[in-house]
């Protein structure tokens, strides 16, 4: 499985940004999708999820009513749409796949990761 995450950049405080992860290798229907992210210094943390139908959605307190996890089955994508965005929402964005079991909001549940994907929020 490879997943490519994009969409990340430079954005003013308030403002937003809408993150993609391709994903290819295996049936991408079948799967929880999360997103992380890491700032420097810190450690990795959970900031949403979404079931393999999009039923299902979880979000961390931090970012819950200004993010936005959906996913594209036919496209074999998910996204992250942000907005409201504030400088301590500055870190690295990865996605994540998880193909068997575990809590959604621990880094251990996922077996396979993305590379990543700036986001930095000037003030």
């Known amino acids: 499985v490879q997943l490519q995450a994009s969409g990340g950049g430079l954005v003013q405080t308030g403002g937003s940004l809408r993150l993609s992860c391709a994903a290819s290798?295996?049936?991408?229907?079948?799967?929880?999708m999360g997103w992380f992210r890491q700032g420097t210094g810190k450690e990795r943390e959970f900031v949403a999820a979404?079931?393999?139908?999009?039923?299902?959605?979880i979000y961390a307190d931090s970012v819950k009513g200004r993010f936005t996890i959906s996913r594209d089955n036919a496209k074999n994508t998910v996204f992250l749409q942000m907005s409201s965005l504030q400088p301590e929402d500055t870190a690295v964005y990865y996605c994540?796949?998880?193909?068997?079991?575990?809590?959604?909001?621990?880094?251990?549940?996922?077996?396979?990761w993305g590379q990543g994907t700036q986001v930095t929020v000037s003030s």
């Open positions: 994540a796949d998880r193909t068997s079991s575990g809590n959604v909001k621990f880094t251990t549940s996922y077996d396979y």
């Open positions: 979404i079931s393999w139908n999009g039923g299902n959605t």
């Open positions: 290798g295996r049936t991408f229907s079948r799967g929880v």
